[in-house]
């Protein structure tokens, strides 16, 4: 941050003010002519806390993906089925045991279970062929969303919320005045407790790739793959465990969508798009980048269907082409 900031000091200084003005639409109340522009201030928080919970659960697809792309250079389109895929098998563990963390968990260890035997048979069999990856792993994710059509139909389900997390929270945010009494937001606690997941699993995994052995072991096999192979380190069965850990991170992602959206066939295409644009804008292979990424493009989403309904859909696609215009590799991944 510090050498962003010496290298590029008018736009920290853009940054700055955008940030501060940022913090007071949030925090102060607004007064009455901009409320007439602009419209409710409840609204306006409920877009923008909607955006960053959208931009956590883009960011839990995108950052398996991320690592899969990103960091091995395998081209796997077949991420949102894997999405959808997990939600499924969430959802009929939810019903089955009633108990919302088993859905995490055994969508996680069956997915990341399904990860290991594409990156076994799949992509250990065409490293570096990315035209053959690419589809390859289309056609796998047609036959698992005909597969998912055919178990699970074309209705829509959702994953219900444990009876703990039900309900608003009371958040220390001013959505209006009345009379000399302040209005405090109240947001739902199952979407803070899912965003509150997401900045943990964040942090975890940007420190094990940064911060110990196994992720200076990832970066090494990236660089320079031969050499590291020459030293004795078996890369082809840490790339399988990364490759299994970014299926299952999409796994929980699927039960984390089917929480507070729903799921239903073409939802696998939408988060596949969503997870290309989020790595393209943040830069591939870079988790922090995934979640600068996710927030602008979950941003962008929602406060656009609220301000700019007509034209919601194209402002995700003109951050993208913005940030290719002026940086190609994205914002925080390599030249």
């Known amino acids: 941050m510090s ?20 913090l007071w639409l949030i925090i102060a109340p607004w007064p009455a002519g901009f409320e007439e522009v602009f419209g409710r201030k409840k609204i306006f928080l409920s877009a923008f806390f909607n955006g960053i919970t959208l931009g956590a659960l883009y960011f839990l697809v995108a ?55 594409l990156q076994f048979v799949v992509f250990r069999r065409m490293e570096g062929e990315d035209l053959r990856q690419t ?17 699970w139909g074309g209705n829509s389900y959702q994953i219900l919320t444990p009876d703990w997390l039900r309900g608003p929270m009371t958040l220390p945010v001013v959505s209006g005045v009345r009379g000399e009494e302040f209005i405090y ?3 739902p606690m199952v979407r803070l407790a899912i965003l509150a997941g997401a900045i943990v699993i964040g942090v975890l995994m940007w420190l094990a790739l940064n911060r110990t052995r196994v992720g200076m072991l990832i970066r090494a096999g990236v660089d320079d793959r031969e050499m590291l192979q020459a030293t004795g380190v078996r890369i082809q069965y840490v790339f399988i465990a990364v490759f299994a850990f970014g299926a299952g991170l999409a796994g929980v992602a ?47 989403e929602q406060l656009g269907s609220v301000y700019f309904p007509t034209y919601s859909v194209v402002f995700t696609f003109m951050i993208m082409v913005v940030v290719l215009a002026f940086r190609p590799q994205g914002l925080l991944g390599r030249a």
């Open 3 to 22: 050498s962003f900031i010496q290298r590029n000091p008018g736009w920290s200084f853009i940054l700055l003010l955008l940030a501060i003005g940022l």
């Open 63 to 117: 950052s398996g993906f991320t690592l899969i792309f990103g960091l091995m250079k395998n081209v796997n389109l077949a991420h949102g089925s894997l999405y959808l895929l997990g939600g499924y098998i969430g959802f009929e563990l939810g019903e089955a045991t009633g108990y919302w963390l088993v859905s995490f968990l055994g969508a996680f260890v069956l997915i990341a279970a399904l990860g290991i035997v």
């Open 135 to 151: 589809l390859v792993t289309i056609g796998i994710s047609i036959v698992l969303a005909d597969i998912m059509l055919w178990a």
């Open 185 to 187: 937001l109240k947001y």
């Open 254 to 300: 699927g039960v984390v969508g089917g929480t507070f959206q729903s799921l239903a066939p073409g939802e696998d295409v939408r988060f596949l798009l969503a997870s290309l644009v989020v790595v393209i804008v943040g830069g591939m292979g870079s988790i922090l980048g995934a979640a600068i990424g996710a927030v602008l493009i979950g941003l962008s």
